[in-house]
């Protein structure tokens, strides 16, 4: 179990130098994203805001750059003892998968799958637990998302590929 | 006034309305009392639901989670010492000593005394103070509101100061996220990398659904946060004659709710500050000051009350300037935008009727709240005993297909699903996530005086100066960057010459 993150961890450097430094990419390539050609000056125009906001990102994070290239053998790595998060890392590969599965078998089909699976893998065992609570669940997401609030969800393919 | 106060009584006691406050409460409760999760989670998993829904009715459901889960956070601090909602670790100083005494009763009762008067309390200071800054800011021009907005965010990033750097990095990219999809005034598109999805934006819902409910949802499949599942709860309801007992503390209440208020009010400060300052002022002014942290209903009762006085306060600068204080109120600001309505002083002009809904909601979901955990206290504290994982699976699938059914969009999920990457790094490390959201509510906001005030002064930037109250808010902006760090430097050095 993690405990309290440590301030003084290097951790906290490279990952705000991982996002001023991709702020500076965006800031470089931003004249090729946002189309300046129109008739308004700089001050009205589209790149003012972005730019700025950008700029602050960038600025922030040069302290952070410069502690990170000065870090001796003495700086610290530890975060706060959660070690790699192995839970985290597969319940969202079971999302993407969840997500990735509505098109192809339905709402309904891959919420029971990704809900078994999900309290499967997090350790409820019993299986009044992971298919009641998912055959339940997913009962209630369909009255609520299909049968109440009429949302579209498009037609699975599987379903349409069986019946031809 | 009586006119568009009688018509504001109507649309609160219709039944979409009475359904939604209650029901928002009831959701706000149980978040509430579920340390890890919190009423932010709550409001975030709702929010996809309130598009259906009348503007009034979609604000009373979120608001009731807001109070509600204030409500709630004080019963796991009491019965086992781990708060539910942060601002209620303050009440647990006193609960918990009160709770192994056997008096769990007493403790609960002045909790749910000192949270309901902080609600009241504080909802009729809104209702006072709320005209009167809308007065002020009604002379405001562009210059005036984007200096505004520029006080309100740096408030926020300086109340994170011992994070300064990520806390700027995070308000950059929320601004940044922000102006991501086609810029209204030039109709060009904006960092969309080619993709015709992006060109929609980034919207407020997935981002805040993905920051808080899904980068949640991944620590609590991670962690096991509750310490304890045992409780010593005698009574399935509180006890009326504890009740009254608190009530003799009357004074606390009205000084912690009208701290919590205006602690409430200021951008960036926080429930638990209002708490702990609400705590403190009642242990100094107390009959009795060597009780507290002893087990004394009073630090309870003052803790609570100025923790529940937060929302109301909060509200004050949102309705009345569209400036909001927290990540909780930004996302109320997002629900206002985007049902068309833009807080600012002429909204109190323009929708009296709204505004008016606003409050009396207020004053219902209190009440519902205090009736709710006063009856259901057993069954509301039982809450704590679900499964995380259970909790983690259950919000993940609520939260994607919510999402989904707001726009019909996989591609919203998409972005929620990496919004909760980043949530819950940013978790992990413990960074001030607020100033993300905060940045991308205020990111619109800000560029559109911005643009308007230098169109206004054909680009000179010195307009900001040139204004009077535009000019005070700059200073004002300047003077809360400098002195806290001034403060620290010189405790810095004096610390280091100490040691």
């Known amino acids: ?164 | 006034m009586a006119e568009h106060l009688y018509q504001a009584l109507l649309a609160t006691i219709t039944y979409a309305n009475i359904i939604a406050l209650l029901f928002g409460s009831l959701v706000g409760i149980v978040v509430g009392i579920l340390p890890g999760l919190g009423p932010m989670v709550g409001m975030v998993v709702l929010l996809p639901f309130t598009f259906a829904l009348d503007p009034g009715v979609a604000l009373s459901l979120l608001l009731g989670v807001f109070c509600g889960g204030y409500f709630g956070g004080a019963i796991p601090a009491i019965l086992m010492r781990t708060p539910g909602v942060p601002s209620s670790l303050i009440t647990s100083f006193d609960g918990f000593p009160l709770t192994q005494k056997g008096e769990a009763q007493t403790a609960l009762s002045a909790a749910l005394v000192g949270s309901f008067s902080g609600g009241i309390i504080s909802v009729f200071i809104l209702m006072f103070l709320a005209p009167i800054l809308a007065h002020v800011a009604a002379s405001f021009g562009p210059p005036e509101y984007f200096a505004a907005g520029l006080f309100g965010v740096t408030l926020v990033v300086m109340a994170y100061r011992d994070r300064l750097a990520q806390g700027l990095v995070l308000l950059g990219l929320g601004l940044w996220i922000s102006t991501v999809g086609i810029d209204g005034p030039t109709l060009v598109p904006r960092f969309c990398f080619g993709t015709l999805a992006m060109q929609n934006g980034l919207h407020l819902v997935p981002v805040c659904l993905g920051l808080f409910g899904i980068g949640q949802t991944l620590i609590l499949a991670e962690r096991r946060i509750l310490q304890t599942e045992s409780m010593s709860l005698t009574r399935k309801t509180l006890d009326f004659s504890k009740i009254m007992g608190a009530l003799r503390y009357w004074k606390s209440l009205v000084m912690s709710g009208v701290i919590g208020t205006f602690v409430g009010l200021l951008p960036g400060t926080g429930s638990i500050l209002a708490s702990f300052l609400s705590y403190e002022t009642v242990k100094r002014t107390s009959k009795d000051p060597e009780a507290f942290g002893k087990g004394t209903p009073e630090g309870c009762l003052a803790s609570e009350a100025g923790n529940n006085a937060v929302p109301a306060g909060a509200m004050i600068p949102l309705l009345t300037l569209g400036i909001p204080g927290d990540a909780l109120s930004a996302v109320l600001l997002g629900v206002f935008t985007i049902n068309g309505i833009y807080p600012g002083p002429l909204l109190l002009v323009k929708e009296p009727v709204l505004i008016n809904t606003l409050y009396l909601s207020m004053l219902f979901i209190n009440v519902a709240a205090f009736l709710m955990l006063a009856i259901w206290l057993r069954p509301f504290a039982m809450v704590v005993r679900v499964s995380n994982t259970l909790l983690a699976a259950v919000i993940m699938v609520l939260s994607l297909v919510g999402i989904y059914a707001v726009n019909t969009r996989l591609f919203d999920a998409g972005v929620a699903i990496v919004m909760g990457v980043l949530g819950y790094i940013l978790l992990r490390l413990e960074w001030p996530v607020v100033n993300l959201v905060m940045g991308v509510v205020l990111g619109e906001i800000l560029e559109e005086r911005l643009r308007e005030s230098l169109s206004i002064s054909e680009g000179n930037p010195l307009i900001f100066l040139q204004r009077p109250i535009s000019l005070c808010l700059f200073i004002a902006t300047a003077l809360i960057v400098v002195i806290p760090l001034i403060l620290d430097w010189r405790r810095h050095r004096r610390s280091n010459a100490a040691g």
Do not use: C
């Not at chain 1, 975060?79 to 319940?91: A, E, F, M, N, Y």
């Open chain 1, 1 to 164: 179990m993690a405990g309290k993150a440590n301030p003084k961890s290097r951790v906290h450097d490279l990952f705000t130098a991982f996002l001023g430094l991709s702020a500076a990419g965006v800031l470089v390539s931003s004249p090729w994203q946002v189309d300046t050609s129109g008739p308004y000056p700089f001050y009205k125009g589209a790149l003012i805001f972005p730019l700025l906001a950008l700029g602050l990102m960038v600025l922030a994070s040069v302290p952070s750059i410069i502690r990170l290239f000065r870090s001796s053998g003495e700086a610290s790595w530890y975060l706060d003892g959660g070690g790699i998060p192995v839970k985290p890392i597969g319940v969202l590969t079971l999302v993407l998968a969840f997500l990735a599965g509505i098109p192809f078998v339905g709402l309904e089909l891959s919420s029971f799958l990704f809900l078994a699976a999900t309290l499967f893998y997090l350790g409820h065992r019993s299986a009044k637990v992971y298919l009641g609570m998912s055959l339940l669940l997913t009962a209630l997401l369909y009255l609520v998302f299909k049968y109440f609030l009429d949302v579209y969800f498009p037609t699975p393919w599987l379903f349409q590929l069986l019946g031809g």
